[in-house]
């Protein structure tokens, strides 16, 4: 198409593109390639002007969008900040109920009185006298001076056992005496003024392994002695291992307990006269201590 355009004759009518002149249709012929490259070079320049328009506008666009990207994450970035300002300002609820939890409840401190040992720990002298009645042989006793005793009061003997010496009288064993009257000295007092045993409690380990359980009357002496296997606390392989004997008074009869038990077969029946003060010896025994127990009414 160009071609024909090229070579076409010139429409014009001048006489430059006449038939007759070749050499002027040659120049009308330049003229036109001339024409045609500024076409072109219009034609490619606005090209160019078009895309170079197109690929700045892409660029601005692109930018404009990485712009916005850019705010919208710092906006996302500072909305975070401010929630995470806010938590942290805010201390959280379980926290506040395990620090709730672990506070303790005010106490009120309640003064008590202590409350006193019912029990009055008796004083001891030791004094010599004879063995017995028919026996005169000499020991050391210990003596506690015990008042009256009524129902339901209670005598604690506390020892570190019991003498294990051999001596001619060794086969007697150790023994406890409850006195009416002046035991100390009832060797020499007879008659009106002798002394009562109201109690003789007499283990003998090495005399047959009984206990002998009597009591001796003002005027009428020896009562109708009571024997008792002796228990596994008062055989002589024990014979040093501490123990406690309760002797407590009843209305009819004295009851025993050793070492918080009680020993039913070991009891004995109550005679005699309970309205003075009364005195008790014990006989052989290792590092004795009396207290006694008032029955409260």
């Given at each position: 198409?160009?071609?024909?355009?090229?070579?076409?004759?010139?429409?014009?009518?001048?006489?430059?593109?006449g038939?007759?002149?070749r050499?002027?249709?040659?120049?009308?012929?330049?003229?036109?390639?001339?024409?045609?490259?500024?076409?072109?070079?219009?034609?490619?320049?606005?090209?160019?002007?078009?895309?170079?328009?197109?690929?700045s506008?892409?660029?601005?666009?692109?930018?404009?969008?990485?712009?916005g990207?850019?705010?919208?994450a710092?906006?996302?970035?500072?909305?975070?900040?401010?929630?995470?300002?806010?938590?942290?300002?805010?201390?959280?609820?379980a926290?506040?109920?395990k620090r709730a939890?672990?506070?303790?409840p005010?106490?009120?401190?309640?003064?008590?009185?202590?409350?006193?040992?019912?029990?009055?720990?008796?004083?001891?002298?030791?004094?010599?006298?004879?063995?017995?009645?028919?026996?005169?042989?000499?020991?050391?006793?210990?003596?506690?001076?015990?008042?009256?005793m009524?129902?339901?009061?209670?005598?604690?003997?506390?020892?570190?056992?019991?003498?294990?010496?051999e001596?001619?009288?060794?086969?007697?064993?150790?023994?406890?005496?409850?006195w009416?009257?002046?035991?100390?000295?009832?060797?020499?007092k007879?008659?009106?003024e002798?002394?009562?045993?109201?109690?003789?409690?007499?283990?003998?380990?090495?005399?047959?392994?009984?206990?002998?359980?009597?009591?001796f009357?003002?005027?009428?002496?020896?009562?109708?002695?009571?024997?008792?296997?002796?228990?596994?606390?008062?055989?002589?392989e024990?014979?040093?291992?501490?123990?406690?004997?309760?002797?407590?008074?009843?209305?009819?009869?004295?009851?025993?307990?050793?070492?918080?038990?009680?020993?039913?077969?070991?009891?004995?029946?109550?005679?005699?006269?309970?309205?003075?003060?009364?005195?008790?010896?014990?006989?052989?025994l290792?590092k004795?201590?009396?207290?006694?127990?008032?029955?409260?009414?």
């Amino acid at each position: 198409m160009f071609r024909v355009w090229l070579h076409a004759p010139c429409q014009c009518g001048a006489f430059c593109c006449g038939k007759g002149s070749r050499r002027r249709r040659k120049g009308c012929f330049v003229l036109r390639i001339h024409v045609l490259a500024a076409g072109l070079c219009i034609c490619s320049l606005l090209a160019l002007l078009q895309l170079s328009s197109s690929t700045s506008s892409e660029r601005w666009l692109a930018g404009v969008q990485d712009v916005g990207a850019t705010l919208d994450a710092r906006a996302g970035q500072g909305s975070m900040d401010l929630q995470q300002r806010a938590a942290n300002k805010k201390p959280p609820k379980a926290k506040r109920k395990k620090r709730a939890s672990t506070v303790a409840p005010a106490t009120t401190v309640e003064e008590t009185t202590p409350v006193p040992s019912p029990w009055r720990q008796l004083p001891i002298d030791w004094q010599k006298t004879e063995l017995g009645p028919g026996f005169p042989n000499e020991i050391d006793s210990a003596w506690t001076d015990v008042g009256v005793m009524e129902s339901g009061d209670v005598l604690r003997i506390e020892a570190h056992g019991f003498s294990s010496k051999e001596s001619p009288i060794a086969v007697w064993g150790w023994y406890l005496n409850v006195w009416s009257g002046d035991g100390r000295h009832w060797v020499t007092k007879k008659g009106e003024e002798e002394p009562s045993r109201l109690l003789h409690f007499n283990p003998r380990p090495r005399g047959g392994g009984y206990i002998a359980i009597n009591n001796f009357l003002k005027g009428t002496g020896w009562g109708k002695e009571k024997d008792v296997p002796v228990p596994e606390q008062w055989k002589m392989e024990n014979a040093g291992k501490a123990f406690v004997l309760e002797v407590e008074l009843s209305d009819e009869e004295w009851l025993v307990k050793l070492d918080g038990k009680p020993q039913p077969e070991m009891s004995y029946v109550r005679q005699g006269d309970y309205g003075g003060p009364l005195v008790l010896q014990l006989y052989d025994l290792i590092k004795p201590s009396v207290s006694m127990k008032k029955q409260i009414s």
